[in-house]
């Protein structure tokens, strides 16, 4: 078992609520009875598709997911959903949240517009400080996610490290941090003990 108590204090002592789970079904088990009869939004997410969480909530709430959906629609609406479900592209253990987006739809909706925001992070997303959370979001999980998008971009060559691309089809555009649940927003991080998402 992955020891997430470092983690698990820094991240209360932000703000963020936090469970801890030994599987990705025992997670999405939690989340499923948790959000009920609301509007949901999801963002760009192998975690979320990984622990069949798109499946389990549409069947009891109104779920806006655009890997799912119309594209278009389905971001914008969102947007405006109760809660939004996202992962990250990296944690610290000192609790703060990196994720990198293209569209710009998944980190807005992180920094407003919800009563909640959960984020569902596997253990591969962990990095022992904030620089190497953020070097991890660059290095690792943009390069995967250019390849799993077929771009034409330096890293899908080798798929090694970020080349600071300026290429057209360069889908990292903007990075967030988030330091703590925003104000008004509340926020819960869960934490899996599986590799999961890129
Ligand atoms: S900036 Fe360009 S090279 Fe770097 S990870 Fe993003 S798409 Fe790849």
């Known amino acids: ?9 820094n991240l209360k002592d932000r703000g963020f ?3 801890v789970f030994s599987t990705g079904a025992e997670a999405a088990e ?26 389990k ?13 119309d594209a278009d629609t389905a ?10 479900l996202t ?16 569209v710009g739809n998944r980190i807005s909706a992180t920094l ?13 997303k962990l990095a022992a400080t904030y620089e190497d959370a953020v070097w991890r979001a660059r290095n690792v999980a943009a390069p995967q996610r250019a390849i799993q998008l077929k771009r034409n971009t330096p890293c899908t060559v080798k798929g090694d490290k970020c080349y600071d691309c300026k290429s ?24 899996i003990d599986e590799e999961l998402g890129l």
């Open 1 to 9: 078992m992955t020891d997430f108590s470092k983690v698990e204090k």
């Open 17 to 19: 609520e936090v469970k």
């Open 30 to 55: 939690y989340i499923d009875g948790l959000i009920d009869g609301v509007t949901v939004g999801i963002g760009g997410s192998s975690t979320v598709t990984d622990i069949g969480l798109f499946e």
């Open 57 to 69: 909530l549409e069947s009891h709430n109104t779920v806006f997911w655009h890997w799912k959906q």
């Open 75 to 84: 971001r914008k609406a969102a947007m405006n959903a109760d809660v939004y």
């Open 87 to 102: 992962s990250a592209n990296a944690l610290a253990e000192t609790g703060e949240m990196i994720n990198i987006d293209g």
């Open 112 to 124: 407003f517009g919800h009563k909640k925001v959960y984020y569902i992070i596997g253990k591969n």
């Open 168 to 191: 057209p089809e360069r889908i990292c555009r903007g990075m967030t941090t988030i330091f703590g649940p925003m104000m008004g927003m509340a926020a819960e991080v869960i934490l």
